[in-house]
């Protein structure tokens, strides 16, 4: 039996073991790993400080750097958001709805978990205790592999963890990682659908391949982010150009960051040098269209590749469109349905907007940014999903269960 076989077997085991198990004892857990944490942060922190070394010896480029790297409010925002999942309700057991048959039958659907759920991952040490969390709360075990360039920070954080949950009555195999970073092991992990209830990879394109080449287990995708901010005629240009900068420029390495502003022909000429000015001093790299261009002489020329990369980086594709029917055009042909925004002082133009394009998350005067399982209450998330099937946006609890009928009678039988 190979090492993956063993631990998704053992995965396995704890998650019918977890199923059961009561929302105080979660709780419990939770405050134990969240205070682990805190109690290991100096060793947590120089083994990510090992990662980071040598991720930059080996040319790691520095988006994967910046998500590879732990600082004092990244550790702070990864407890906090384990302590935020206590005060979350419990969904296992919600009873969705229920009705009486004519024949006397109680139907009732009710939340369970999903069983072991695999996490693939790339760089970021965060989603290892993002994943942990959210899976222990929703009653789910979990079995982690994150990449090579992390794997220091995500054995000493998968071990803190899992220590810490059992000293509270959690089956120790309910957080496991995957301490091999070679590719077998990943397949292997994507074939094991006999043990793994659903597969969620975070991570670039080269990973998503490998997952719909390779995988039986179910996915859950979490796609990737071509996020646009469309500046609308009605827009207060002061308001527009904060969101803008705060979209482009607070953090250019995550997915809900901007990487297409579209601003309306009529306001160009006011708002273009406004912003342009904002970016240049933050070292944006501007790329335009001809009609950005002859506003903002400095911008590189936008390709057709342009509309629709996800640059992760401190560049910024920009067009000039005639109205917003333009816009949403836009939207439609070049964004991955992750999150869109508008500015804009008009109302109908706003609900237009929000009805007619297809994104999982869709903002009206405000930053991109906000996607997020934390910043939408959730306790932190497990990935950002952009499908249509089973879950959608920032997928946090609820996300991470299905349901079953339970059918209660009397002696019933068919006719």
């Not at 040490?125 to 789910?140: F, I, M, Q, W, Y």
């Not at 999982?360 to 998330?381: H, I, L, M």
Request: aromatic share 4%; net charge negative; charged share 20%.
């Amino acid at each position: 039996m190979s090492k993956v076989e063993q631990l998704v077997r053992d995965g396995a085991t704890a998650a019918q073991k977890l199923a059961t198990v009561s929302s105080d004892a979660k709780n419990c857990a939770l405050e134990t790993m969240a205070t682990a944490l805190e109690a290991s942060a100096d060793a947590i922190m120089a083994a990510n400080a090992e990662d980071v070394a040598r991720g930059k010896d080996n040319g790691l480029n520095p988006t994967l750097i910046d998500r590879l790297t732990l600082n004092p409010k990244r550790m702070k925002g990864m407890v906090d958001g384990l302590r935020q999942l206590i005060g979350l309700p419990d969904p296992v057991g919600t009873v969705l709805d229920g009705w009486r048959r004519p024949n006397g039958l109680e139907i009732a659907r009710i939340r369970v978990p999903l069983g072991l759920i695999g996490i693939i991952y790339e760089s970021r040490p965060n989603v290892t205790v993002d994943a942990a969390g959210l899976c222990l709360k929703s009653g789910n075990a979990v079995i982690l592999r994150g990449g090579s360039e992390a794997i220091r920070s995500n054995i000493i954080l998968s071990q803190t963890l899992s220590r810490a949950a059992a000293q509270s009555g959690i089956p120790p195999a309910a957080i496991q990682l995957i301490e091999t970073t070679d590719r077998a092991a990943a397949i292997e992990l994507m074939r094991s659908d006999r043990y793994v209830s659903a597969l969620i990879p975070r991570g670039g394109p080269s990973l998503l391949h490998s997952i719909l080449e390779n995988a039986t287990v179910p996915v859950i995708i979490d796609g990737a982010g071509n996020c646009h901010t469309y500046v609308d005629s009605a827009a207060d240009l002061a308001m527009a150009a904060d969101i803008a900068y705060n979209a482009k420029v607070s953090r250019p390495s995550v997915c809900n960051a901007m990487e297409t502003l579209l601003v309306h022909a009529e306001i160009a000429p006011r708002f273009l040098p406004l912003i342009a000015a904002r970016y240049r001093d933050a070292g944006v790299e501007l790329r335009g269209c001809d009609r950005t261009r002859q506003i903002i002489p400095g911008a590189v020329p936008a390709s057709e590749e342009d509309w629709d990369t996800e640059y992760l980086d401190l560049k910024l594709a920009i067009r000039v469109v005639e109205d917003m029917d333009q816009a949403i055009a836009h939207i439609r042909k070049h964004g991955t349905g992750h999150s869109e925004a508008i500015v804009t002082d008009d109302y109908q133009a706003a609900e237009r907007f929000t009805q007619e394009v297809d994104a999982a998350c869709v903002y009206v005067n405000a930053s991109t940014r906000f996607t997020d399982g934390f910043e939408f209450g959730f306790g932190a998330e497990i990935g950002i999903s952009n499908q249509k099937l089973h879950a959608r946006g920032p997928m946090g609890l609820n996300e991470l269960t299905t349901y079953k009928y339970v059918i209660r009678g009397n002696g019933q039988v068919r006719q």
